[in-house]
């Protein structure tokens, strides 16, 4: 059960890791240092409010990002996804996209959650789909897809704070004598969001790999492994897809089918 918590408290070091170079060091260097020399408060109560304010700002940006996420309905979500396919309701908790590839996908909802398959997938046989949606059942019980949906926020927060960047840049800097300020200012936030990714993806890759193989061992239990064992045979790359590298690296193929047949039953 640790690999969810561990996921969610990479996704919020990264993001915080981000927000912090992005906006909290060029407020500090760029606002608040210059005002601190001209009014020198006791403490340098400047930096240090612009600091905690910063921070806090980032913080609940993140927490209002999430629940925004959470509780949008699956209808919506899942249209933003799958820009110019048909989506339609299957079950309570499944739904099924106009797609002719074979994916699977476990999406947080505010009914608990709910399971995605391509059109490609329901024309897959009979154990092979229930290995497939048992397997994206799992990741939803444990919690592996709320753990992604924190490193969505997260992004979302790092976006707006490149966005703001961006229009700070467009906006000064072809003032003469202060375009140097603006230029290192966007640098900064360009580095900051790079670092964030970076540090994502170097933890968050091996926990997202651990996170499949216990799916893969789920779905087994549930149905059969010689069922997901013919299901990855036939697809040779990920179950899931992956929208901008924001869901975790998948372990190869051939390690997952030889995992499986060590869960074989006699």
Known sequence: MWLSPLSTLTACLAGALGFVTMVTVPAVVF????????????DLGIIRATTWYTVLTGGAATLIALVV???????????RLYKGYRVRQLEPHIWVVEVDAVQGYAMPSPTGGVIVVTRGAMQLPDDEL???????????????????????????????ALGLASIIYGLTSRIPLLRIIPRAYYRIAMLGIRLAI????????????????RADSDAAKTTTAEAGIRLLTR?????????????????P?????????????P
């Open 69 to 79: 996420l959470r509780l949008t309905p699956a209808r919506l979500r899942l249209a």
């Open 198 to 213: 970076t540090l994502f993806v170097m933890f968050d890759k091996h926990l997202g790999r651990l996170m499949e193989y």
């Open 253 to 265: 193929t051939v390690k997952r089918i030889k995992r499986l047949e060590a869960l074989r039953q």
């Open 130 to 160: 229930a290995w497939l949606i048992a397997h994206e059942k799992a990741h939803l019980e444990r919690g592996d897809a709320a753990a992604n949906l924190w490193w969505s926020a997260q992004l979302v927060v790092l976006n707006l």
């Open 235 to 251: 697809i040779p790359g990920a179950l899931e897809p992956s929208w901008g590298g924001l869901f975790a690296s998948h372990p």
């Open 31 to 42: 606002i608040a240092l210059p005002l601190e020399l001209v009014f020198v408060t006791p």
